[in-house]
């Protein structure tokens, strides 16, 4: 990601690296919806929209004004637009009011500015009235060929193919083909003969026709093109049927997080819990953080754990109103101090010798934060539902119940049962792990407005209760749901950094929770697969890894977003966003963190290693 070098040029914004305009100052708003926003119609379920140069976000403005507009009930957008020039948010909202657009557009603006991004590589979700705005920052080529959509309708928007050849050049447009749905219509403002050739190699049917205010502008509609797909195994083949009900096992951040997200896909959502409350589990603790693992560069679990902390902030910003207060993370041993020396120059963190300031990370509620997205979800919640297993028939799922009635008629059936979830899945090679972790609470001793995490944590005084909570243990072998005293001792012994001779702590309580891992430290996402058919159909991996592989099978709509360990507040946000793109063929995340989460990706290993 680049920061954009603009100036202001007859009373337009201009690309210095581009010597070019990012937009037409005398007729500008006129020829977008000429060229782009008002060329098309709108699906009367889902239209998914690709750009190529977001810019300063006009085309998408436009396009949110007029589908609010003509919004019909259950009607749904995804924008995803790239763009690999930052332009800083106090400089978008000066380019708006030089144009004279700022007043007309304030609205939009100012919601999109409130939680604009950092200048970092990743895709962006913002939440607007049944638009899902995904803006993408990386160079177009490398990210389009991580994702997996199928756009209705390309804005093929960059600078001139004059001075940005590269937008418009084969591999961009293959790419462009790989991510679009047949049928799928270009819109762009250029005639160019590279741009004409590129499309119609990857099969689009290309026309010009009269241009705004010029001679002619290309439009192409995509006609196919078949690719050679080298890691089918982790595909999702698409429901075929229309999904309105669905069941999920667990009332955690897990379900939660998905309870609201499914509930903007205009789902009936069923939720059900063994304990007699919501947030019973590791979900349920006074108080938590929201941070991120500090790894080395090119990490990917450090790079994934990085994105879901972002995206759970800037989620918990826009939904919630959670206002990030800050947290300090410390290097307590000279790995982390190496991690740390590694990621200075990391936009998420601001690292001084040892410590590290992730300026987007809270203290939270949890039980609150779970509490208030089931309100937002209007989910049905079933508390005292032990569940004992499900039978799948006529395409729907009927799920058993230890003393209490059987419930029937979902069409998808969703694990997000915490720790409990190991007795419910079994499959040869994903193992999972029950961690126990005790939290400790005190009177309040220590006045800070960030939360500390070092060896343990220590969030900041919670004031509605009067007491601040430390933690937490990490024990696999020990099951004993029940406190014990060397637990609080070893939390204790662990902030002793923090503390000074005088400090005199005062233990009030503390709680035991459950936390899944698995092996590898990454969730596991995605929906149940076929062992058999994998182990039939790709057994041959440790010699064609590199070769075409067949789709998988369709299988039981059973989805799992589970193991999330101790950082569950950030990745469920993630998580709920994968299912959903799964279930209705959404725009979806980059393909090395999609695949890290699939829950085949362990039997994969193996079989690439030759396991028959």
């Known amino acids: 990601m680049k920061q954009a070098n603009i100036i202001i040029k007859e009373n337009s914004s201009f690309s210095l690296d581009f010597q070019d305009y990012y937009f037409n100052s005398n007729d500008g708003l006129n020829e977008s919806k000429f060229i782009y926003t008002q060329a098309f119609e709108f699906n009367t379920n889902q239209t998914i929209i690709a750009e190529l140069g977001f810019g300063i976000g006009l085309n998408f403005f436009l396009t949110l004004r007029r589908f609010l507009e003509q919004k019909q009930t259950n009607q749904k957008l995804f924008y995803v637009s790239f763009e690999n020039f930052y332009i800083e948010k106090e400089k978008l909202r000066q380019i708006y009011k030089n144009l004279g657009f700022y007043?007309?557009?304030?609205?939009?603006?100012?919601?999109?500015?409130?939680?604009?991004?950092?200048?970092?590589d990743g895709i962006y979700r913002f939440y607007f009235n049944g638009c899902f705005l995904d803006l993408v920052f990386g160079?177009?080529?490398?990210?389009?060929?991580?994702?997996?959509?199928?756009?209705?309708?390309?804005?093929?928007?960059?600078?001139?193919?004059?001075?940005?050849?590269?937008?418009?050049?084969?591999?961009?447009?293959?790419?462009?083909?790989?991510?679009?749905?047949?049928?799928?219509?270009?819109?762009?403002?250029?005639?160019?003969?590279?741009?004409?050739?590129?499309?119609?190699k990857y099969n689009f049917i290309v026309k010009k026709?009269?241009?705004?205010?010029?001679?002619?502008?290309?439009?192409?509609?995509?006609?196919?093109?078949?690719f050679d797909d080298t890691q089918a195994y982790f595909n999702t083949p698409s429901l075929d049927k229309k999904v309105k009900k669905i069941a999920i096992i667990g009332a955690g951040i897990a379900g939660a997080s998905l309870a609201y997200e499914l509930s903007l896909r205009n789902c009936e959502v069923d939720v059900f819990e063994k304990e007699d409350d919501i947030a019973k589990?590791?979900?349920?603790?006074?108080?938590?953080?929201?941070?991120?693992?500090?790894?080395?560069?090119?990490?990917?679990?450090?790079?994934?754990?990085?994105?879901?902390?972002i995206e759970a902030s800037r989620f918990y910003q826009q939904i919630l109103k959670l206002m990030p207060n800050g947290v300090y993370e410390f290097a307590h041993n000279d790995l982390m101090q190496e991690r740390f020396v590694s990621q200075k120059d990391n936009v998420l963190f601001y690292i001084e010798n040892n410590k590290a300031?992730?300026?987007?990370?809270?203290?939270?509620?949890?039980?609150?934060?779970?509490?208030?997205?089931?309100?937002?979800?209007?989910?049905?919640?079933f508390l005292n539902h032990e569940f004992v297993d499900y039978i799948y028939e006529n395409d729907q799922f009927i799920l058993n119940f230890k003393n209490t009635p059987i419930y029937a008629q979902y069409d998808v059936l969703i694990y997000a049962q915490g720790a409990d979830v190991k007795d419910f899945i079994d499959y040869s090679h994903l193992n999972l792990s029950k961690v126990r972790g005790q939290c400790t609470h005190l009177k309040p001793f220590l006045n800070t407005p960030y939360a500390l995490s070092s060896k343990a944590y220590i969030c900041p005084v919670n004031t509605r209760l009067d007491m601040q909570l430390i933690g937490a243990s990490y024990d696999r072998l020990n099951q004993n749901p029940q406190s014990q005293i060397e637990d609080d001792m070893q939390n204790l012994n662990n902030i002793k950094e923090f503390l000074n001779s005088k400090d005199d702590l005062k233990i009030i309580g503390s709680k035991v929770g459950f936390r899944s891992y698995s092996s590898d430290r990454f969730a596991i996402v995605g929906q149940a697969y076929d062992e058999q058919f994998y182990k039939k159909h790709y057994q041959a991996l440790l010699w064609q890894k590199n070769k075409k592989q067949i789709q998988p099978n369709a299988f039981v709509p059973l989805f799992f977003s589970i193991a999330h360990g101790s950082r569950a507040f950030a990745s469920s946000i993630i998580a709920s966003r994968v299912i959903c793109s799964l279930i209705f063929n959404e725009p979806r995340i980059e393909k090395d963190f999609l695949y890290a989460l699939h829950p085949a990706r362990f039997l994969i290993r193996k079989l690439k290693k030759g396991l028959r």
């Open 139 to 200: 160079q177009a080529s490398e990210k389009l060929k991580q994702m997996n959509f199928q756009a209705d309708i390309w804005y093929l928007d960059g600078f001139a193919p004059s001075k940005n050849q590269d937008m418009f050049d084969e591999t961009i447009m293959q790419y462009v083909a790989k991510n679009s749905k047949i049928g799928a219509k270009i819109l762009t403002f250029s005639a160019a003969s590279l741009l004409k050739k590129s499309l119609e």
């Open 357 to 381: 300031f992730l300026k987007d990370g809270m203290c939270i509620e949890p039980k609150e934060v779970v509490k208030k997205l089931f309100e937002k979800s209007n989910a049905r919640i």
């Open 281 to 309: 589990g590791a979900s349920g603790n006074i108080n938590g953080i929201l941070s991120s693992l500090i790894l080395k560069p090119n990490v990917l679990l450090g790079d994934f754990s990085q994105y879901a902390f």
């Open 209 to 226: 026709i009269k241009g705004f205010k010029k001679r002619e502008m290309i439009q192409a509609i995509f006609d196919g093109y078949e």
């Open 103 to 120: 007043e007309e557009f304030k609205i939009e603006l100012e919601q999109f500015l409130a939680y604009y991004p950092p200048c970092k």
